[in-house]
């Protein structure tokens, strides 16, 4: 079964970074459209950042210039570097993979930056 577990989340001071992780099992990673969303405490999970299989990115502009993403296909593995973080970064942040015209989920890693 297809399996994403994040990792990498915890409480950060603003300014801070994280790196966030996700690694994929029981898909062919390399050909998988990758993503990362976010979802706050009454909002909506709103899309972050993604990478196509042909390694395109697209950001939300409210992260755009201070998260990367990126991807690691030898070891099935989805990146998020997160830098100058802000409080309204706060969330839970969640991994997904468009593979097979299906969606999944991870279960989210949370993310606190304290001002």
């Known amino acids: 079964q297809v399996q994403l577990v994040e990792s990498g989340g915890g409480l950060v001071q603003a300014g801070g970074s994280l790196r966030l992780s996700c690694a994929a099992s029981?898909?062919?990673?390399?050909?998988?459209?990758m993503g990362w969303y976010r979802q706050a405490p009454g909002n909506q999970r709103d899309l972050v950042a993604s990478i196509t299989s042909g390694r395109s990115t697209n950001y939300a502009d409210s992260v755009k210039g201070r998260f990367t993403i990126s991807r690691d296909n030898a070891k099935n593995t989805v990146y998020l570097q997160m830098n100058s973080l802000k409080p309204e970064d706060t969330a839970v942040y969640y991994c997904?993979?468009?593979?097979?015209?299906?969606?999944?989920w991870g279960k989210g890693t949370l993310v606190t930056v304290s001002s």
């Open positions: 997904n993979a468009e593979y097979g015209h299906m969606d999944y």
């Open positions: 029981g898909i062919i990673f390399s050909i998988a459209n």
